[in-house]
């Protein structure tokens, strides 16, 4: 299945695949927010587990990759129009 899906993301373009990131990246914040929630007050203690995962996945989407930029030179680029920043694609 894995390699499967794999394949399928190597056909697709840049853009669209950067897209397609953005998205894993803001489905996986809101998996883990809301596990952090459901985990009630004892999320808050450094010994949580919860507590490290929850400032990791904060941390990676800060990642030029999964700005909200990239989301718009995305959709630039997806729409036939410059993509007005500094990301390559």
């Not at 894995?2 to 809101?30: D, E, H, I």
Request: charged content about 20%; proline content about 3%; hydrophobic content about 40%.
């Amino acid at each position: 299945m894995l390699k499967m899906q794999w394949r399928r993301l190597k056909r697709w373009s840049v853009p669209r695949a950067r897209s397609f990131t953005n998205l894993l990246k803001k489905c996986g914040t809101q998996a883990v927010e809301l596990l952090y929630k459901a985990n009630g007050g004892a999320s808050v203690y450094s010994g949580n587990p919860l507590e490290r995962r929850l400032r990791d996945i904060q941390a990676a989407g800060q990642h030029t990759v999964v700005s909200m930029k990239t989301w718009e030179a995305a959709g630039r680029v997806l729409l036939g129009l410059d993509p007005q920043h500094g990301v390559l694609f």
